[in-house]
């Protein structure tokens, strides 16, 4: 016998919501027409809690929350999810977006403060909201069918809890491929007591575009990967140079999938010695600096000499981008929202959903700031504007792309953040597995379904252990912890961490926050292929 996970309730969407709605939603019935897979596919969204785990709803949630204090300021916040046209610079596309924006609007609030955030769902099917990257309360976390209901078709549904830990983060769906489109936002929690001096902040927000490109969706691109449509990984041209191996991680690479024929906006071969071997799934037809392409780029002004904050956050769905800022050195402070031991580099690599916090001090001029998408022969851009000059050209490449690159087990934990020193009580060993030619990624090759469980105990020190069979590399997410990377000592605090192509990836983390919690690569398409799986807490 299982018992029902006691999901909070979604209401209907009523008149005052719909009059305040920013966003018409004309055109939702031609984008729920293209549509090719279900919104929960995936997800869960029938899932069950076997008894002997803890409810995302159950006492033990709501005693953590407790613990993390009184909630403080109330900071309430309304945001829409429907179709809009979207301009992203020289080429419109039907898409759809939080608040008719893209990126959505920044949510911003104080550590200590609770977060009362309600979705309206304008969309033409279900959708939910995850917060990338916080400890909250598991039952607020936005996965269908394990920790709430879908958010339905003219319903709304209100997010509300308290916001414990300072960082940059961002929030998006976690239904079907719903995040490779417009929906996604950066959510920004500022430190009370702030130790960094600065006098600009700039939050980027990278990504990769193909919906509403010639009809293209994202479920469409996922129903050709499944259909083996998808270009092989095999020879081909690369961008990425030689760099050291990352600690604890193989830059080796095994055997390739043949290379069937497939549409143009699938992987033709395309390489990274960076990566350890494949790049990606998806040649996309755009890449992204806050919503906008390279020969349109967004533009940030500051003045000379001033100390900037730059906020980085990789909404890609398929693509690692390795970003520098032209003329600059990068003063990396945090990494996933956590303070690290400041280091100085020239280019950093973000694979999907991580972040890092850098400073620089501003010149004089004009600079490009390029995203790489790396082995995909294309970059994203945006503009740092001091002074009086030319915009760069869309293709330009600083020359510190190909200098110092910082990855993050280059990095040390700040001392107060640093996870202190203890041996696990439970190791947790999963197998990355599956590959392009069937499309059947998935942990220990079990493709994720919603009664999934790896237990672990409140109070315990749990060691995941990451090894990577397959030929392509990983981007790891784990839902509501930090861990760190135990490869590594003093190694960073992060949520999502890169598994290189047969390596292997150790981290450690305090199991402190019951619930059952989503553990899955971000690549889009490899989750919703099925590379997921839940850590359960027994009760």
């Known amino acids: 016998m299982r018992d029902i996970p006691r999901f909070p309730q979604t209401s209907p969407i009523g008149r ?12 939702t019935g031609v984008l729920a027409a293209c549509s090719g897979s279900g919104p929960d596919a995936g997800h869960g969204s029938h899932g069950a809690l076997p008894r002997g785990y803890v409810d995302p709803a159950g006492p033990e949630v709501a005693a953590a929350e407790r613990r993390r204090g009184p909630g403080g300021r109330l900071r309430e916040v309304s945001l829409t999810a429907a179709a809009t046209r979207l301009d992203l610079g020289g080429r419109t596309v039907r898409s759809w977006s939080y608040g008719g924006e893209l990126p959505g ?32 309360r598991n039952d607020m976390d936005g996965v269908p069918g394990v920790t709430q209901r879908p958010i339905a078709p003219g319903a709304d549904f209100t997010y509300r809890f308290k916001v414990a830990h300072p960082g940059t983060y961002w929030f998006h769906p976690h239904s079907g491929t719903q995040q490779d489109r417009g929906l996604y936002a950066p959510l920004v929690v500022d430190d009370p007591k702030e130790p960094l001096s600065y006098d600009k902040e700039w939050v980027v927000v990278l990504d990769d575009w193909v919906d509403g490109v010639d009809g293209s969706t994202p479920d469409a ?48 071969g395309a390489t990274s010695d960076l990566l350890g071997g494949d790049a990606g799934d998806v040649a996309y037809p755009y890449y992204l ?46 990494t996933d929202g956590y303070p690290v031991r400041h280091a100085t580099t020239d280019a950093l690599l973000l694979g999907m959903g991580e972040r890092y916090d850098v400073l620089v001090t501003a010149g004089d001029g004009v600079f490009p700031l390029t ?17 009086a000059g030319a915009a760069p050209v869309a293709s330009v490449r600083p020359k510190e792309l190909d200098g110092r690159l910082l ?90 961490a890169i598994v290189l192509p ?15 919690w989503m553990l899955h690569c971000h690549n889009v398409y490899h989750s919703e292929a099925g590379m997921m799986t839940v850590l359960g807490y027994r009760s």
């Open 16 to 27: 005052r919501t719909l009059l305040g709605a920013s966003i018409a939603t004309a055109g």
């Open 105 to 136: 609007g920044e949510v911003r609030v104080t550590a200590g403060d609770t977060l009362a955030l309600t979705l309206a769902n304008q969309l033409p099917e279900p959708t939910s909201l995850h917060w990338h990257g916080l400890a909250l």
């Open 221 to 268: 691109v996922l129903k050709e990967l499944r259909a083996g449509m998808g270009a092989g990984h095999g020879s081909g041209g690369h961008s990425g140079h030689g760099m050291p191996g990352m600690s604890g991680m193989s830059m080796t690479t095994g055997t390739k999938d043949p290379a069937p024929s497939g549409p143009s906006r699938m992987m033709m």
């Open 289 to 334: 600096v806050n919503g906008r392409t390279p020969k349109a780029p967004s533009s940030f002004r500051a003045r000379p000499g001033d100390r900037i904050r730059i906020r980085f956050v990789n909404a890609g769905g398929d693509t690692a981008f390795r970003v520098a800022l032209g003329g600059h050195a990068m003063t990396v402070t945090h």
């Open 371 to 387: 995203a790489l998408a790396e082995g995909k022969k294309a970059s994203a851009l945006a503009v740092l504007r001091t002074g």
């Open 407 to 496: 990855t993050a087990d280059r990095l040390r934990a700040a001392d107060e953040v640093a996870l202190p020193a203890r041996e696990p009580d439970r190791t947790v060993e999963l197998q990355l597995t599956g590959g392009m030619a069937a499309y059947d990624w998935a942990f220990d090759k079990k493709p994720y379904t919603a009664d999934q469980r790896h237990p672990v105990r409140a109070g315990e020190r749990v060691r995941l252990v990451f090894a990577n069979s397959t030929a392509m590399w990983h981007p790891i997410h784990l839902h509501g912890h930090t861990f760190s990377l135990a490869n590594v000592a003093g190694g960073p605090r992060k949520d999502t």
């Open 502 to 516: 047969n390596g292997t990836l150790t981290v450690d983390f305090d199991a402190d926050n019951p619930g059952l």
